[in-house]
């Protein structure tokens, strides 16, 4: 009987992968999203050979030049190539966004599993937990952790990550509160599965959908917490190229070479509206039907 | 329930969240790597000085002493001295208060007046094009950083275009705060018009297919007034829950958007603390911080069994 049941939950799963395999070219927000963000990825990963300069190269006799053959978005007050910072910048702060948006995902979905599963005191503890968190404007949490932890990016993840998991858990929660109930939980639980096999054979493929792709949407928020944790010199630290980073010390010369604060920027929102629309595409094409 | 038995009811499920706060910000001098005292007063740590932060502290104590001391501080409203200045981290704190108020306020209002009508528009010409480009705001400016969103503002509004507004600074007077502090606030609206707008279209298509909106229409009212007096009175009030939820977001953009416009609130207190290495100040920011949020989920809860007195049942 269980084991039936899961055949039936993979066959689930086989039938889910192949429509989505069949429905991806038709969502539009989903090939745009795959489509903006796979161009900056490639750019990040190809970052040597599309820049002719370093990113941390000073030039002092030729600094805050406009755009030209040799600097294609001009240099900043340091004489640094602004093309090549950006691009950099892309691969600093992507890795730093995916990195950091993998450990909240996979700790809050356990947590999640576990408080919805076995409810009772464990899920009382939990729910104080995750509402002691949210009480915490978001910012405010992480800078006052990256604070006491320090700047640099293992710090960030760890902020992230404390930050982080409530959402993940609530939604794997909320999912698993239902889930559990239905005939295939119910058959596993009678045909004397362990408890640690349904959990992760049976609940987890069936609830995990929701949180990948809040998870797409997470990376955007994560993104915008780097960015600005860069901003405000709390964040990747220098050399190494952020968009943050740039931002700020851009703003110095507002008035006289605005675009030094305006690039690193759109290209913020750039990626950003790549994983959005990847979001979204993910939501309706995982949509049950 | 009366209204008042709902509010001590929320009073009381308060307590143990507010509780868990004052934990997890106790907790941060102990997240400090190394000997927190000797760490945090960085190249001013003497001998003496650390032995004075570690009794006023009380590090030397078992963690619920400690733990149970700085609460009895705390209830007193004893939020510990500034290391920089030689005043208290509570006075730093009350100060500055009033600016982030403020911003926060006025922001909220801003993001209701951004939010409000492109939401109807969206709902009232579901699929066509208005609905399109109103759905599209939420996609594209989730993704705009506050801060640099603060920039674009000022270089526009502030360095260019007449410059209108002053580019930073509170002002003084209540005109005088109101015209410094507008674009600040618009920079908070940008951030979380999005999410209102996306929840306040989707109440609003509900209710709009709701009996009561078919009864007003076939009584033959004017659209306009089904809309503003029936559907949007009634749209509203779940836009009240998703900004109370998300108060959370909106008072922490406020931190980072202090920054950009000079203002003296109590982000940029913190900001300016961090980089002073003052722990007792950024501690105590975090804690009125948090703290407000709280009181904001008790004040939006209350405005919501006001405005729908079906909750106070529940």
């Not at chain 2, 920079?187 to 999005?194: E, L, Q, R, S």
Request: charged share 15%; proline share 5%; glycine share 10%.
């Amino acid at each position: 009987m269980a084991v039936a049941a899961e055949a039936v939950v993979e066959a689930q799963v086989i039938e889910h992968r192949r429509g989505f395999a069949r429905r991806w070219y038709r969502t539009p927000s989903f090939v745009a999203g795959v489509t903006i963000l796979g161009l900056i990825v490639l750019a990040a990963l190809a970052a040597p050979l599309i820049t002719n300069h370093g990113p941390t190269s000073q030039d002092l006799l030729n600094t805050l030049q406009g755009p030209s053959s040799k600097h294609w978005l001009g240099t900043d007050d340091l004489g640094r190539d602004v093309w090549s910072r950006l691009v950099y910048g892309a691969r600093t702060d992507l890795k730093v966004a995916f990195l950091a948006v993998l450990f909240p995902f996979a700790i809050g979905t356990l947590i999640g599993l576990v408080a919805g599963y076995y409810g009772g005191w464990v899920d009382t503890i939990t729910n104080w937990f995750v509402n002691v968190v949210v009480a915490f404007p978001f910012y405010v949490l992480i800078i006052a952790l990256v604070f006491a932890l320090g700047s640099g990016t293992r710090n960030i993840y760890i902020a992230i990550t404390i930050v982080g998991w409530v959402s993940y858990t609530r939604i794997i929660r909320g999912e698993v509160l239902v889930a559990k109930r239905r005939d295939y939980v119910l058959a596993a639980k009678s045909g004397g599965l362990s408890d640690a096999r349904i959990l992760f054979r049976h609940l987890l493929p069936n609830v995990v959908t929701q949180a990948i792709v809040f998870a797409c949407s997470d990376i955007v928020l994560d993104i915008l917490a780097i960015v600005t944790l860069g901003y405000l010199g709390l964040g990747v630290q220098p050399p190494n190229p952020d968009w943050g980073r740039m931002i700020a010390d851009g703003q110095t010369y507002l008035t006289t070479h605005w675009e030094l604060s305006t690039i690193p920027g759109i290209a913020v929102v750039i990626t950003a509206l790549g994983l959005s629309l990847l979001a979204d595409g993910l939501a309706d094409l995982l949509r049950p039907e | 329930m009366t209204l008042g038995g709902y509010v001590v009811r929320r009073l009381l499920h308060l307590v143990p969240i507010t509780l868990g706060v004052t934990v997890l910000v106790f907790f941060l001098i102990h997240l400090v790597p190394g000997d927190p005292a000797a760490t945090i007063l960085g190249n001013q740590a003497t001998p003496a000085r650390v032995a004075l932060l570690h009794h006023e502290w009380g590090l030397d104590r078992p963690i619920y002493v400690q733990y149970w001391k700085f609460m009895g501080r705390v209830v007193h409203g004893n939020l510990g001295d500034s290391l920089f200045y030689s005043v208290s981290a509570g006075h730093l704190v009350l100060q500055r208060l009033p600016v982030t108020l403020w911003l926060i306020g006025l922001g909220a209002l801003l993001s209701v007046a951004i939010a409000v009508p492109l939401a109807a528009l969206a709902a009232t010409k579901r699929d066509r094009l208005p609905d399109h480009l109103v759905r599209a705001v939420p996609l594209l400016g989730l993704g705009f950083p506050p801060f640099w969103v603060g920039i674009v503002l000022l270089l526009v509004f502030g360095l260019n275009l007449g410059r209108a507004f002053p580019v930073g600074g509170y002002g003084s007077g209540f005109v005088g705060h109101l015209h410094s502090m507008f674009l600040p606030a618009l920079t908070v609206a940008f951030g979380i018009a999005p999410i209102l707008i996306r929840s306040l279209r989707a109440s609003l298509l509900e209710v709009l297919e709701s009996d009561y909106v078919t009864t007003a229409r076939s009584k033959g009212l004017p659209e306009s007034r089904v809309l503003v007096r029936h559907a949007l009175r009634n749209a509203i009030v779940s836009t009240v829950s998703v900004l109370g939820v998300n108060i959370g977001y909106l008072v922490g953009g406020t931190l980072v958007i202090e920054q950009v416009y000079a203002l003296p609130g109590i982000g940029q207190l913190m900001i300016n603390s961090i980089f002073q290495r003052d722990f007792p100040v950024v501690q105590a920011v975090t804690l009125v911080f948090s703290i407000m949020v709280v009181l904001v989920y008790l004040l939006s809860d209350v405005v919501h069994a006001l405005l729908d007195p079906r909750v106070r049942f529940d």
